[in-house]
Nanobody, 119 residues
């Protein structure tokens, strides 16, 4: 089984930056894509960004376009989320997820890392 472990969350002032990392370990590293989702208090989990593992195509939610960048290290089975120009509304628990080949949706999730942006 694949295990996903996020790191890099924390407290930052508005306008600042953070870089999240997600390392995959275990067996079966064959993915369609890996992505980042977030869930703010009292809200549903929402898509943030994803990257297709085969060719590196990237997709972003409109709310983060131009501010966040997703990237991957295929050799290290790691995906990153560089978050710039952070806003208080970006405050949430951020989850890394993997869409494994053979699955119909994202089927592996990390434990989440808290990102708090102060005004």
């Amino acid at each position: 089984q694949v295990q996903l472990s996020e790191s890099g969350g924390g407290l930052v002032q508005a306008g600042g930056s953070l870089r999240l990392s997600c390392a995959a370990s275990g067996r079966n590293f064959f993915y369609h894509a890996m992505g980042w989702f977030r869930q703010a208090p009292g809200k549903e989990r929402e898509f943030v960004a994803s990257i297709r593992w085969s060719n590196g195509d990237r997709y972003y939610a409109d709310s983060v376009k131009g501010r966040f960048t997703i990237s991957r290290d295929r050799a290290g089975n790691t995906v990153y989320l560089q978050m710039d120009s952070l806003k208080p509304e970006d405050t949430a628990v951020y989850y890394c997820a993997a869409h494994q080949i053979g699955a119909t949706e994202y089927n592996r999730w990390g434990q989440g890392t808290q990102v708090t942006v102060s005004a």
